[in-house]
């Protein structure tokens, strides 16, 4: 039997959650019934081109900036027909859009997997995604707030009964054979000069705007005049490094930070957390932090996007809302002067994962669609 062929289209391939998701789910899919393939456009140095190929992805790149890609299309038409692929599956709102124009000219099925709320992008991916979002088969929201606000903002009501579109939520899952707790990373612990008896806190993200890390140093700062044996870790990198830097230099504390910069690795890093702390402003459903949980690590955050619909308060850690981010510290400051509280969170917070937020669910997910929506090839435009 043919293998059923996917082209994942997505416009770079940096470090983000929403590309590591594409080798992590590749891992865990049946690879002797499906064959996938990744086109990006746009080169960054630091990306993940490597791990889809330790993967099995077979990955391309045809070079574009953001309004270039208006003028690929001619060209993914080609590459679809000349690969004989069997479904498109696109990710975030560039692909996406160009996903739908490729439809368009080629019978293929158009599967996207929108991983932030509509209100976050900016006017032009906003408009793009908004006017062509119809002209595609299924629509993946990763959390049941992003599907809410896709159905929100929709120029024209996607969700008709016996309409092309389908909107289905499928949360992001995590491999939990993979990210599981282990004693303390020892070296990694004297690597970044922490004691082996300070509790850590610490994060894996962006450094861009919307994960608001200048908030973040701010509470822990705070939480250093209360609790100084306490480390912080920031694993990543972006626009916003030099700033921190200069912010957690000024404290004085800046013995007790630690910016590792961007990891190809983060286990290591997230199995040496006591806590996983979030500021963020907006969110679809954060792979790290779940990531975190797998390895039994609480979760101390604002309730931003999917996070809500992941974290019972009390129960896997604590939220806060997302104006009222001054209370991380003292959630914060509970747990730390609570190890036995924070223990069980963390077994609860894995319980949660394994339940709920598996990859091996999300995988079986992704295959019941593409296994559908080849089914129904014939029936398309």
């Avoid at 054979?177 to 070296?187: I, N």
């Avoid at 006591?274 to 949980?293: R, T, V, W």
């Amino acid at each position: 039997m043919a293998k059923t062929r996917i082209l994942h289209l997505i416009k770079s391939l940096g470090r983000g959650g929403a590309e590591k998701l594409i080798p992590q789910t590749a891992l865990v899919h049946d690879q002797s019934k499906f064959e996938f393939h990744c086109l990006y456009f746009y080169h960054q140095k630091e990306n993940i081109v490597d791990e889809l190929e330790a993967a099995g992805v077979q990955v391309h790149l045809i070079p574009s900036g953001n309004l270039g890609l208006f003028f690929q299309v001619n060209k993914v038409c080609e590459f679809v027909r000349e690969n004989e692929f069997d479904l498109i599956h696109a990710h975030l709102p560039w692909a996406g859009i160009l996903a739908r124009l490729v439809g368009k000219k080629v019978k293929i099925p158009i599967v996207y997997t929108e991983h932030n709320t509509w209100d976050r992008y900016n006017k032009l991916s906003y408009w793009g995604n908004r006017l062509t979002f119809k002209n595609q088969d299924i629509a993946i929201a990763v959390s049941y707030e992003v599907a809410l606000s896709m159905q929100l903002n929709s120029i024209w009501d996607p969700y008709q009964r016996g309409g092309r579109l389908q909107v289905k939520v499928i949360q992001n899952g995590v491999n939990t054979d993979v990210f599981v707790k282990k004693e303390d990373e020892l070296a990694l612990k004297e690597k970044l000069a922490i004691p082996l008896d300070s509790p850590i806190i610490g994060k894996v993200a962006v450094f861009r705007s919307q994960k608001r890390l200048w908030l973040w140093v701010e509470v822990a700062i705070k939480i250093l005049q209360q609790f100084p044996q306490v480390h912080f870790l920031l694993v990543g990198d972006g626009e916003w490094r030099s700033k921190l830097e200069n912010q957690i230099s000024a404290s004085g504390w800046q013995d007790h930070f630690h910016l590792v910069g961007v990891q190809k690795d983060v286990l290591p890093y997230l199995r040496i957390m006591d806590i996983y702390m979030s500021s963020s402003e907006f969110e679809g459903l954060p792979i790290a932090m779940l990531e975190a949980m797998s390895c039994e690590v609480p979760v101390v955050a604002t309730r931003a996007g999917g996070i809500g619909e992941v974290i019972l308060h009390g129960k896997q850690g604590y939220l806060c809302g997302i104006d009222d981010w001054e209370e991380l510290e003292k959630y914060c400051l509970q747990l730390l002067q609570n190890p036995t509280a924070r223990d069980e969170m963390g077994e609860a917070s894995r319980k949660q994962v394994l339940e709920n937020f598996s990859m091996k669910k999300m995988v079986a997910e992704l295959e019941s669609i593409y296994l559908a929506s080849q089914a129904s090839k014939s029936e398309i435009h």
